[in-house]
């Protein structure tokens, strides 16, 4: 019986051995609880080996002998769920790389999407700071139309030869001819917010230039300049800051205006936060 006993002990510690083997190729980190359970069967083993010995040197009955392989049982299977609960733990380790790793990967996916949108916001940013013609095709008005023919439309439509055929390839821009009608006004909607540098005013030039003296121009509550000479071209330039989103042509006295071409020069557009 004594041989039975020392066999059953010694297959206990083998498979001990093994399960510490298993529990050695996992991390440090992750092995604290299955160490502390390892402890305690450890203690529990001893504790059974003191009370065999114990049992041999009192020569009690085999009954008791019986009893205490059944426990070395009972702590064997024991045994056997710490090692599938470790390899459990070792599959969730596992798994946790996994899923650091894809983290990993998000992130640097991540990156370089932040690192593309920066690049495209340079671009942008690069485009809406050129100072440019913003003006050209916008939508435009006038508070009335000489013959129903000679339109706002014609200020921006980007036409301004020399010619002087203001009826054929180059028409201007015409209020309803009344010089002792006040308020003519021409309204060029930008379309945006914009930084205004430059507007530039073409006069016709196969007459009437002096129909633009007393015009002043604005954007939108700002006055950026006004004509007080008969010139083919004005240019008022804008030093400040002066955002707008329209453009005002007004004409202060009791008298006609005709153009054949606004020019509005900015950079933008902006939002309302930018500026
Ligand atoms: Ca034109």
Same mark, same amino acid.
């Given at each position: 019986?004594?041989?039975?006993?020392?066999?059953?002990?010694l297959?206990?510690?083998?498979?001990? #051995?093994?399960?510490? !083997?298993? $529990?050695?190729?996992? +991390? $440090?980190?992750?092995?604290? %609880?299955?160490? $502390?359970?390892?402890?305690?069967?450890?203690?529990?083993? #001893?504790?059974?080996?003191? %009370?065999?010995? !114990?049992?041999?040197?009192?020569?009690?009955?085999?009954?008791?002998?019986?009893?205490?392989?059944?426990?070395?049982?009972?702590?064997?299977?024991?045994? @056997?769920?710490?090692? @599938?609960?470790?390899?459990?733990?070792?599959?969730?380790?596992?798994?946790?790389?996994?899923? *650091?790793? !894809? *983290?990993?990967?998000?992130?640097?996916?991540?990156?370089?999407?932040?690192?593309?949108?920066?690049?495209?916001?340079?671009?942008?940013e690069?485009?809406?700071?050129?100072?440019?013609?913003?003006?050209?095709?916008?939508?435009?008005?006038?508070?009335?139309?000489?013959?129903?023919?000679?339109? &706002?439309?014609? $200020?921006?439509?980007?036409v301004?030869?020399?010619?002087n055929?203001?009826? @054929?390839?180059?028409?201007?821009?015409?209020?309803?001819?009344?010089?002792?009608?006040?308020?003519? =006004?021409?309204?060029?909607?930008?379309?945006?917010?914009?930084?205004?540098?430059? =507007?530039?005013?073409?006069?016709?030039?196969?007459?009437?230039?002096?129909?633009?003296?007393?015009?002043?121009?604005?954007?939108?509550? %700002?006055?950026?300049g006004?004509?007080?000479?008969e010139? +083919?071209?004005?240019?008022?330039?804008?030093?400040?800051h002066?955002?707008?989103?329209?453009?005002?042509?007004?004409? &202060?006295?009791?008298?006609?205006?005709?153009?054949? %071409?606004?020019?509005?020069? @900015?950079?933008? +557009?902006?939002?309302?936060?930018?500026?």
């Amino acid at each position: 019986m004594l041989i039975v006993i020392q066999l059953v002990i010694l297959s206990f510690f083998s498979n001990a #051995l093994r399960a510490e !083997s298993v $529990a050695a190729s996992r +991390p $440090a980190s992750l092995d604290s %609880e299955v160490r $502390a359970i390892k402890d305690q069967l450890r203690e529990v083993s #001893l504790s059974l080996r003191e %009370e065999m010995y !114990s049992l041999f040197g009192d020569n009690r009955s085999d009954l008791l002998l019986l009893q205490v392989i059944d426990l070395i049982k009972e702590v064997k299977e024991m045994q @056997g769920q710490i090692i @599938g609960q470790a390899e459990s733990i070792e599959n969730i380790e596992s798994k946790l790389v996994e899923s *650091l790793e !894809s *983290l990993e990967r998000i992130e640097d996916s991540q990156s370089e999407v932040r690192s593309q949108v920066t690049e495209v916001n340079g671009k942008v940013e690069t485009m809406r700071s050129e100072i440019r013609l913003i003006s050209q095709q916008k939508l435009t008005w006038q508070n009335s139309t000489l013959g129903d023919r000679l339109f &706002s439309e014609y $200020a921006v439509d980007g036409v301004y030869t020399l010619s002087n055929d203001w009826n @054929g390839v180059n028409p201007i821009q015409h209020p309803i001819s009344g010089h002792n009608q006040r308020n003519f =006004v021409l309204i060029i909607d930008l379309g945006g917010l914009f930084k205004i540098r430059t =507007v530039k005013l073409w006069s016709r030039i196969d007459c009437c230039q002096s129909y633009n003296l007393g015009v002043f121009i604005y954007a939108d509550g %700002e006055q950026i300049g006004g004509i007080v000479e008969e010139k +083919p071209l004005y240019n008022f330039d804008v030093n400040q800051h002066v955002y707008a989103r329209k453009i005002y042509v007004k004409q &202060s006295l009791a008298k006609n205006m005709n153009f054949r %071409e606004i020019q509005v020069y @900015g950079s933008g +557009p902006y939002d309302e936060s930018e500026v």
